[in-house]
Structures are given as C-alpha cells and as structure tokens.
C-alpha cells in the first residue's frame, strides 16, 4: 500500500529531528514559539540560537518584554538584521501584555493582527502552538512544494501555492509538518545541490521524475539593487562623538554617525556639513571604505574624521561608554570600532 507525502515527510522528520537540535525546537509556548519565528524571519538558525537565548534571558515573558525600554530590545537585536522585525516585535509584545493579558491569538488570523506577523509567521505559530492546519509557507516549503509539484508558473510568493499546500498538510500534526517541511528545505532539498538521494518525499516529486529539479521553482529575475553612495563621519564635537537615532523607515530607532550623500571631496563635504548646520568644521583624515549590502541596496561607504564647533539639533555628542551602549546597525560595525579604539 502506498504512503502519502505527508506520511512519509513525518516519518522522516520523526526519525531525524533530533539531529538538528534547535533550541525552540518541541516547545508549546506562545511567547517562545512567536519569538523564534520572528528571528528567524530571513535569518539562518543557526545565527538565531544565541539570539534567542540572550532574548529569553532578558525577557523571559511576554510582559517582561513588553515593559522593556525600546533602545534595550535594539541593542539586543543588534546584528540580527531588519530591526523593524525588532520595533514589531516589541510593539506586539506591548499589545498582548496589555490588550490581552498576555494571552497570544489562537489563531492564524488573530496572530496576523499582530504588529510584524505576517502570514508565514502567523500560520507558523497557530501550527506549532495551537494545532492549527495552515501551511507555514516560506522559501523552503515553496522550492519542496514547487518541485514535488513541478510548478510551472511563476512564484511571486509562496503562497502562491496555499491551496496545494492545504491539500497535503496533515490535520493530526501540522506544527511538525510544517517544521518536517522546513527542515526539508533547508537540509536536503536546498536551492543549488538538492540530495534527491537522501529525500524522503522522492517518489512524490514531479521535478525528480523530469530531471528538472534545478528548474524549479521558477522566479522572476530578482529586481537590480539601488546603489547608494554615502561619506560616513567620526566627527567629534569638544572631543565627545556626535551620532543621532534614525528616524522611521530603514534602520530606523538605531543610532548612526554623522553622514553625508554621494562622495564629495573634502571643500564639498565641508561645504554640505556647513549646510546641515555644523560649524567649524575640520576634515582630519578618511577613514576605510566600507560595503553593506542590504536586500534592496548596496551602500558604498567612504569614511572621514573630524571635528567641528557645533552641531544642529538632533545630533548628540557621546563617550565611548555611551557609544558601546547605543543600538547601532552592522552595517556601520566598521566606523564603531574605529571610534572605539579612537582615543579621548
């Protein structure tokens, strides 16, 4: 008698799941569920790992978190990525603590209500902790799914797939389906040398029969990244460095140097500082370039060091103690520990 995919994906998870040891791995909390989910939105496991243990240390509850100070939760995520997965997270924590008694949606569509859970995350979550039969589609299960399938239109987003998806999701288990899947995805079917041997789903995938995997799933061209060009300043104020927090949008709530469009030379960036409201302006010497490469962008960075008289408002000037302390995004880690081993 033959087996269906979902019996034979779980007997394999069943038999192989210890092996891949993830510290959120077998819980039944909300709270812990919800976090790792979160973190591992874009980011691989093993990265997360101490991230989630310094988390739960700090705030071992959803009320801790919530109470916390929002700079405290940005200087944990720092070096994590995306940090409005960090703002989201804090602002979801504040309105289950406060809105419903720390008492966690019990399902899917509750849990998208929340600040950052989107619908992965959301049918992760009512799966794992609630037993909720909503496929967790992320980039894993749509490459296993659009392979077994042998998909052949376009997959704009994973759940593109939902329906298929909802088809084979088992209803008895669909928390470790969902991770059985992921796991998958992410140890045997991966993008560029899928072990088609080692797979326990094999004789259920289209793609194997065709000796097409690699042409699934189809994806549109990934769209260019924007190139920004950027002058990053250490520019000391009364010997005390003058950063400011962010605003909204990208990286925003993290604190960055004094920073300048393009790649001016040293007149036209005196000439821009002057413009901004700084006075007295002295360029000392450049500092490495630097490269971050975001999803979207790439930002070409070119340093400088300096001082100058004042400063507009907005601009803070601060220590090295303080400096350590402040939330910054790794895509600025070259500049902070120049300016940390700068002496004062």
């Known amino acids: 008698m033959s087996t269906s995919f979902s019996e034979d994906l779980l007997r394999w998870y069943d038999k192989n799941a210890a092996a891949r040891a993830l ?87 509750g849990l998208r209500r929340l600040p950052g859970v989107g619908p992965y995350a959301a049918s992760a979550i009512a799966s794992i902790a609630f037993g909720e039969p909503a496929p ?57 040398s899928p072990r088609c041997g080692d797979c326990p789903v094999a004789e259920h995938c289209r793609a194997r029969e065709e000796d097409a995997v690699l042409e699934y799933p189809k994806k549109s061209p990934p769209a260019p990244k924007k190139e920004q060009d950027l002058t990053i300043l250490l520019l000391y104020q009364n010997g005390r460095l003058l950063v400011r927090r962010r605003p909204k949008g990208l990286l925003g709530g993290l604190y960055e140097f004094v920073c300048v469009e393009g790649h001016p030379d040293e007149p036209a960036l005196a000439d821009a500082l002057t413009a901004m409201g700084f006075t007295g302006v002295q360029i000392e010497r450049p500092l490495p370039d630097a490269k971050h490469v975001f999803t979207h962008r790439v930002w070409h960075m070119q340093g400088r060091l300096g001082s100058c ?29 120049i300016a940390l081993s700068e002496k004062q």
Not at 145 to 155: P, S, T
Not at 310 to 320: C, F, H, N, R
């Open 309 to 337: 008289a004042t400063s507009p408002e907005g601009y803070s000037a601060v220590d090295q103690d303080q400096l350590q302390a402040l939330p910054f995004p790794s895509a600025l880690r070259v500049y902070r520990e």
């Open 136 to 192: 967790a589609l992320d980039g894993n299960q749509a490459r296993v799914l659009g392979r077994v399938l042998a998909w052949e239109d376009v997959l704009k987003t994973p759940f593109d797939l939902l329906a298929p998806a909802l088809e084979r999701i088992d209803r008895e288990r669909p928390g470790d389906y969902n991770q059985a899947l992921m796991d998958l995805g992410a140890s045997i079917c991966t993008p560029k």
């Open 23 to 109: 510290p959120w791995r077998g819980e039944r909390d909300p709270y812990r569920i919800w976090l790792s989910e979160i973190m591992l939105q874009q980011t691989q496991a093993q990265t997360v790992k101490g991230y989630y243990a310094r988390f739960l240390s700090a705030f071992p509850t959803v009320f801790a978190l919530a109470e916390a100070d929002e700079q405290a939760v940005l200087k944990l995520w720092e070096g994590l990525g995306y940090y409005s997965r960090a703002r989201n997270l804090h602002a979801a924590a504040r309105r289950v603590a406060g809105d419903m008694g720390g008492a966690f949606p019990g399902d899917a569509a």
